[in-house]
């Protein structure tokens, strides 16, 4: 007993106790490395830096920032999820250039960067970003107009405080010819995932700057109010003689507006009926996806639709999904279903298809019959899933939160 009670934490493998450490977050690992000379050692470890979660850190200024990118970040960070301070009584620059150029250099292998309430309108445009991100997730920021507008910097235009206006010239020329070759890219950031949520400055003129990101494959925009139909009109892939034009790239579109009603309708109609060549992705969200649902007929690539927190009738639904006959997954989530219409009908008249049910039901099928009843009780609209299943037999449906409302009559 008295040798047990002599081993403590300092007997254990440094492997398990970056293990133990890696269950705190980023401010009670900073003070885990105020407890000795081995702990601070241990701190700066960094396998417990790869995802870096600042969001819940309240009161984090640039000045936090800089300590912990000198001391912590460096080589193994992932992903970084920073919340700004726009929404602070304290304000002030929160994100900086030199921070940014610090960043990319000390985190080379940083891909994904999500930003949360922040003031970006102190950037130029996203040129200063680590080139090496791969997905960027703005959500409640402010963005100035030309934030998205590729542009080559200095450095790499080749302007210095020596060179004359020629030797800028000639850079200019020899760079636009390196990107019509697809050597380089024209600000070297090759974001393929762009997420924005709640980001009242995205407007038209941001969508139109997206058509030059070449490696852009997922865009999801959500209440985005000043994204307007001509402006995903424009930005749609579409055959322009002989050359695509647009966001042809993009393999997956979603699309989603919550906060106003009969503001989606015009958007989504508008700017999916133009095409959106190679679309194998689509998500509509919001209180009108109707119009949008109808549009998407025309995507004959489309592969997986998911419709969220929206009220359909089972009528648009078959109408929509008849001609995408390359659909492989079906997708409702919280979706309110209306009830099916039926014609009135008068007493001792008898509908066809209460006939074909109740043949059917004679035929001997007592125990299948038995099971479907059941399953027709937990099944949120069960003619939507039979009449689906013979329309796309090799489609994946998946109900999640649904509902259906049921008249009293």
């Known amino acids: 007993?008295?040798?047990?009670?002599?081993?403590?934490?300092?007997?254990?493998?440094?492997?398990?106790?970056?293990?133990?450490?890696?269950?705190?977050?980023?401010?009670?690992?900073?003070?885990?490395?105020?407890?000795?000379?081995?702990?601070?050692?241990?701190?700066?470890?960094?396998?417990?830096?790869?995802?870096?979660?600042?969001?819940?850190?309240?009161?984090?200024?640039?000045?936090?920032?800089?300590?912990?990118?000198?001391?912590?970040?460096?080589?193994?960070?992932?992903?970084?999820?920073?919340?700004?301070?726009?929404l602070s009584a304290r304000g002030g620059v929160f994100l900086s250039e030199s921070w940014l150029k610090a960043l990319s250099s000390k985190c080379p292998r940083l891909r994904k960067l999500y930003l949360l309430h922040a003031d970006l309108r102190g950037l130029s445009n996203c040129c200063l970003l680590p080139p090496t991100l791969h997905v960027l997730e703005l959500r409640g920021c402010e963005l100035p107009p030309g934030f998205f507008t590729q542009t080559l910097s200095s450095e790499s235009a080749g302007y210095g405080e020596q060179g004359g206006t020629t030797s800028n010239v000639g850079a200019q020329q020899q760079g636009q010819s390196q990107t019509a070759k697809g050597l380089v890219s024209p600000t070297g950031i090759g974001i393929e995932r762009l997420v924005l949520n709640n980001v009242p400055s995205f407007t038209d003129q941001h969508l139109q700057s997206l058509v030059s990101w070449v490696r852009l494959s997922h865009l999801e925009l959500r209440n985005t109010f000043r994204v307007t139909a001509n402006g995903l009109r424009s930005c749609a892939a579409k055959n322009s003689g002989s050359s695509v034009e647009g966001l042809f790239r993009l393999k997956f579109l979603e699309i989603g507006i919550t906060g106003r009603q009969g503001y989606h309708l015009q958007m989504a109609s508008l700017g999916l009926g133009s095409g959106w060549l190679g679309l194998e992705e689509l998500s509509l969200g919001g209180k009108e996806v109707a119009p949008g649902l109808i549009c998407a007929s025309r995507l004959k690539d489309l592969q997986r639709l998911c419709l969220w927190e929206c009220t359909l009738s089972e009528m648009q639904v078959l109408r929509s999904c008849r001609m995408l006959r390359k659909l492989l997954t079906l997708e409702?989530?919280?979706?309110?279903?209306?009830?099916?219409?039926?014609?009135?009908?008068?007493?001792?008249?008898?509908?066809?298809?209460?006939?074909?049910?109740?043949?059917?039901a004679a035929a001997g099928h007592g125990e299948q019959d038995n099971s479907n009843k059941k399953q027709d009780v937990n099944d949120p609209i069960p003619s939507l899933r039979r009449s689906l299943a013979e329309l796309l037999p090799c489609c994946a449906l998946l109900f999640t939160n649904c509902s259906v409302q049921i008249n009293s009559d």
Not at 19 to 32: H, M, N, P, T
Not at 42 to 68: C, N, P, Y
Not at 332 to 352: A, H, K, M
Request: proline letters at 3%.
């Open 1 to 86: 007993m008295d040798d047990f009670q002599a081993y403590n934490l300092d007997f254990f493998p440094e492997n398990i106790l970056i293990d133990i450490l890696s269950y705190l977050g980023v401010r009670e690992i900073v003070r885990a490395g105020r407890v000795c000379k081995r702990w601070k050692r241990l701190v700066k470890d960094q396998r417990l830096w790869r995802v870096v979660d600042l969001t819940a850190w309240k009161g984090v200024t640039s000045r936090i920032l800089w300590v912990l990118l000198r001391q912590y970040l460096g080589c193994g960070l992932r992903c970084l999820r920073l919340r700004g301070l726009l």
């Open 332 to 360: 409702f989530s919280e979706v309110f279903f209306q009830p099916r219409q039926c014609p009135p009908t008068v007493e001792g008249e008898v509908v066809e298809e209460e006939e074909q049910e109740s043949g059917e």
